[in-house]
């Protein structure tokens, strides 16, 4: 009953798959070619959102000389203390580009420690739509995930989102 499919093989059926051939061989080739291209503009920018609290930041990033401009002004003027300035440079400390891209971004919403954040989770999400081959390092420091900690809201009958009122006894 076993031996009644008609003659066909296996290697019939799917070609390829002849004596000695790996069964997820053409899957693995077919895998291997899809491999994500840069998503560059007309104008040589790759673009990304970034988002930290209630801060939103549109980035593009392009090849360029390591200038740093956020909503019109210098990224050192804008972002003044040097804690901020670290936290903007360190995805291209992480790929060792420090210098090579010019980076133009809009922050809207939260403070300045927040749109600080915001803007390097958008200039890691550009870069590695500029080079995807820069993706694996980036992820491993944790730039490419969004740091999901915002305000907690309010609460009726409480002061604040969980402080009550104070207890009296009397």
């Known amino acids: 009953m076993a031996q009644e499919t008609g ?4 290697a019939d059926v799917m070609p390829g798959a002849g ?13 291997a070619s899809a491999a ?6 007309a104008q040589g920018r790759s673009y990304a959102t970034g988002k930290r609290k209630n801060a939103v930041a549109r980035v593009w990033v392009k090849p ?3 200038q740093i401009t956020v909503n ?5 003027v804008y972002f003044a203390r ?3 300035q670290m936290l903007i440079n360190q995805p291209f400390d992480v790929i060792n580009r420090k210098g090579q891209y010019d980076v133009w971004c809009t922050v809207k919403g939260g403070g300045l420690s927040g749109q600080a954040g915001a803007v390097r989770h958008g200039i890691s999400k550009a870069l590695t739509l500029n080079d995807p081959a820069v993706r694996p390092s980036l992820k491993k420091g944790g730039f490419l995930t969004r740091d999901p900690r915002v305000v ?9 989102a969980r402080r009550s009122f104070q207890f009296s006894k009397r």
């Not at 003659?7 to 296996?10: K, N």
């Not at 019109?72 to 050192?76: S, W």
């Open 7 to 10: 003659g066909a093989t296996l």
């Open 19 to 31: 004596p000695g051939a790996s069964i997820g061989a053409p899957m693995a080739a077919a895998a």
């Open 36 to 41: 994500p291209e840069p998503k560059i503009d």
């Open 64 to 66: 360029g000389s390591g």
């Open 72 to 76: 019109g002004r210098e990224g050192k």
């Open 82 to 84: 040097p804690t901020l």
């Open 152 to 160: 907690e809201r309010k609460k009726y009958g409480k002061p604040k």
